[in-house]
């Protein structure tokens, strides 16, 4: 039975992004740093010595972990740096499938054709369904995708949109009760379009009698489907295998068992993803799953691949033939990609379907990607207490010195003290992590769509930052909640 419409749809807020401060709003990595370049201060000063020398280290301290430099402070971007040093001089931001030559190896059995971080992953066909999983034996997860489609949100009236809304609530709390899940990942895509169910539609429901009229029908849809678009939802959903040791021991243990218990987690997602009117398909085969990722490594693929249902469909050959990185672009075959993460939701209150310009807007390929993360309840309440206690001391110690406590650091304690109530109504909590990627022919193309991505975004009421020297990592985040 259908829940009654009120007509009225509700406005959200979302919290602001915690900064893991512990005094003065200065964190742990800004703290070490201004004590490192005290500490010559202190010893010239003990010892008798001139401070000539100490104090420009402490001046130089002070700026690193101080001054902001492209929405970061300066010490912030030491890792980040050398992260990208180490890699170029590894020869890591450069990949090339081995396929001739003496340099040529066979893969090992059962592993993706995929470049840097997702090389180890492995795949795992279900024995029961045929479903293809993908095993992360570092982070020990096991992956389910299945593809969903669902009617025009914005084009319902207002109280349809909050029922599904309270819907989707659901499926999050459905996801996170067990225990078990590491991630859910929600992927929008826009790809370039085929025609190709265009075509099927006419060649089924069309009359090709020869005349004008169906010759110029025929003809419109010749042209129009190649230059249209379309757009594709999957959800992956993660097993943590370390969390439901015990329960994968009881279903047969190791990849099988994990696959049994995955499998038993889709069932349980698929209903409730129909109890929220959204249309789940049949987890991917091996084939459907190599053109998801192809299509991802490189979009103008996705119209070939779609009138063409024989080819592509090989999982070990469904990685890149090359891949190089820079700071701020990753090229993969003949595509250019630009990631950009969704660095603060709206903050002031804004209604379901706030994402609209930029998931609506045409002549853009893109990649939209949420990834959901349960909290355990028992950590969850750990680090908001831990939270809570930063901020309510840190506004003790600023009282002391007689500053005040500004409006956001009571927004950000606002947020702690009602993610803390929800803990202990039975709510789960959960991270959401939102990373947008933006693929392009050329590299100049690339940036004229990134501007309209970022200018939508802000339409959306969201701020985005480009993730610079970490662009390899990203990317393969946004297909694969890795």
Same mark, same amino acid.
Request: include cysteine.
């Given at each position: 039975?259908?829940?009654?419409?009120?007509?009225?749809?509700?406005?959200?807020?979302?919290?602001?992004?915690?900064?893991?401060?512990?005094?003065?709003?200065?964190?742990?990595?800004?703290?070490?740093?201004?004590?490192?370049?005290?500490?010559?201060?202190?010893?010239?000063?003990?010892?008798?010595?001139?401070?000539? @020398?100490?104090?420009?280290?402490?001046?130089?301290?002070?700026?690193?972990?101080?001054?902001?430099?492209?929405?970061? !402070?300066?010490? +912030?971007?030491?890792?980040?740096?050398?992260?990208?040093?180490?890699?170029?001089?590894?020869?890591?931001?450069?990949?090339?499938?081995?396929?001739?030559?003496?340099? %040529?190896?066979?893969? *090992?059995?059962?592993?993706?054709?995929? *470049?840097? +971080?997702?090389? #180890?992953?492995?795949?795992?066909?279900?024995?029961?369904?045929? #479903?293809?999983?993908?095993?992360?034996? !570092?982070?020990?997860?096991?992956?389910? @995708?299945? *593809?969903?489609?669902?009617?025009? @949100?914005?084009?319902?009236?207002?109280?349809?949109?909050?029922?599904?809304?309270?819907?989707?609530?659901?499926?999050?709390?459905?996801?996170?009760?067990?225990?078990?899940?590491?991630?859910?990942?929600?992927?929008?895509?826009?790809?370039p379009g085929s025609g190709a169910s265009l075509v099927d539609w006419w060649r089924t429901h069309g009359i090709d009698d020869g005349s004008f009229a169906s010759r110029t029908y025929a003809d419109l849809i010749d042209r129009a489907g190649p230059a249209g678009e379309q757009h594709a939802t999957t959800i992956a959903l993660s097993l943590d295998m370390n969390a439901a040791a015990r329960t994968v021991r009881a279903a047969g243990g190791g990849l099988r068992g994990a696959a049994a218990l995955l499998r038993q987690e889709v069932e349980t997602l698929t209903i409730a993803l129909r109890a929220a009117d959204l249309t789940p398909g049949e987890p991917y085969d091996a084939g459907r799953l190599a053109v998801h990722l192809r299509t991802a490594y490189d979009p103008a693929l996705g119209p070939a691949l779609d009138r063409h249902p024989t080819l592509g469909r090989e999982l070990a050959a469904a990685g890149p033939i090359a891949v190089?990185?820079?700071?701020?672009?990753?090229?993969?075959?003949?595509?250019?990609?630009?990631?950009?993460?969704?660095?603060?939701?709206?903050?002031?209150?804004?209604?379901?379907?706030?994402?609209?310009?930029?998931?609506?807007?045409?002549?853009?390929?893109?990649?939209?990607?949420?990834?959901?993360?349960?909290?355990?309840?028992?950590?969850?309440?750990?680090?908001?207490?831990?939270?809570?206690?930063?901020?309510?001391?840190?506004? %003790?110690?600023?009282?002391?010195?007689?500053?005040?406590?500004?409006?956001?650091?009571?927004?950000?304690?606002?947020?702690?003290?009602?993610?803390?109530?929800?803990?202990?109504?039975?709510?789960?909590?959960?991270?959401?992590?939102?990373?947008?990627?933006?693929?392009?022919?050329?590299?100049?193309?690339?940036?004229?769509?990134?501007? %309209?991505?970022?200018?939508?975004?802000?339409?959306?009421?969201?701020?985005?930052?480009?993730?610079?020297?970490?662009?390899?990592?990203? @990317?393969?985040?946004?297909?694969?909640?890795?």
């Amino acid at each position: 039975m259908s829940t009654p419409s009120t007509g009225r749809l509700g406005a959200v807020t979302f919290s602001r992004l915690s900064k893991r401060a512990l005094i003065l709003g200065l964190t742990a990595t800004q703290l070490v740093t201004i004590g490192l370049g005290t500490l010559p201060l202190v010893i010239a000063l003990y010892s008798g010595t001139g401070t000539l @020398f100490a104090i420009p280290v402490l001046v130089l301290a002070a700026a690193v972990a101080l001054v902001p430099l492209g929405g970061r !402070h300066v010490i +912030d971007w030491v890792p980040i740096a050398a992260s990208w040093a180490w890699r170029t001089t590894t020869g890591q931001l450069h990949y090339r499938a081995r396929l001739t030559g003496r340099a %040529a190896r066979p893969r *090992p059995a059962g592993t993706l054709a995929l *470049p840097g +971080d997702t090389a #180890a992953l492995r795949q795992f066909t279900d024995p029961v369904t045929g #479903a293809v999983l993908v095993h992360d034996p !570092h982070a020990n997860t096991l992956t389910a @995708f299945l *593809p969903v489609t669902h009617p025009a @949100f914005v084009l319902l009236d207002p109280g349809e949109q909050q029922r599904r809304v309270n819907a989707w609530g659901r499926v999050l709390a459905t996801v996170s009760r067990s225990g078990h899940i590491a991630a859910l990942q929600v992927t929008e895509r826009t790809l370039p379009g085929s025609g190709a169910s265009l075509v099927d539609w006419w060649r089924t429901h069309g009359i090709d009698d020869g005349s004008f009229a169906s010759r110029t029908y025929a003809d419109l849809i010749d042209r129009a489907g190649p230059a249209g678009e379309q757009h594709a939802t999957t959800i992956a959903l993660s097993l943590d295998m370390n969390a439901a040791a015990r329960t994968v021991r009881a279903a047969g243990g190791g990849l099988r068992g994990a696959a049994a218990l995955l499998r038993q987690e889709v069932e349980t997602l698929t209903i409730a993803l129909r109890a929220a009117d959204l249309t789940p398909g049949e987890p991917y085969d091996a084939g459907r799953l190599a053109v998801h990722l192809r299509t991802a490594y490189d979009p103008a693929l996705g119209p070939a691949l779609d009138r063409h249902p024989t080819l592509g469909r090989e999982l070990a050959a469904a990685g890149p033939i090359a891949v190089t990185e820079t700071w701020g672009n990753l090229r993969a075959d003949g595509a250019h990609h630009c990631v950009l993460w969704i660095s603060q939701w709206p903050q002031a209150q804004t209604y379901p379907g706030f994402l609209a310009p930029l998931l609506l807007s045409s002549g853009v390929q893109r990649t939209v990607s949420l990834t959901y993360r349960p909290v355990r309840a028992d950590v969850a309440m750990r680090e908001l207490r831990r939270r809570r206690t930063g901020h309510l001391s840190d506004a %003790a110690q600023r009282a002391r010195m007689g500053q005040t406590t500004d409006a956001t650091d009571r927004a950000e304690l606002s947020d702690v003290l009602q993610q803390e109530a929800d803990l202990a109504s039975g709510h789960s909590l959960l991270t959401a992590t939102g990373l947008i990627t933006i693929s392009a022919p050329d590299a100049g193309h690339l940036e004229h769509d990134v501007a %309209a991505v970022e200018q939508a975004a802000i339409q959306a009421s969201v701020e985005t930052r480009r993730l610079w020297g970490q662009q390899a990592q990203a @990317f393969a985040r946004s297909i694969l909640p890795t």
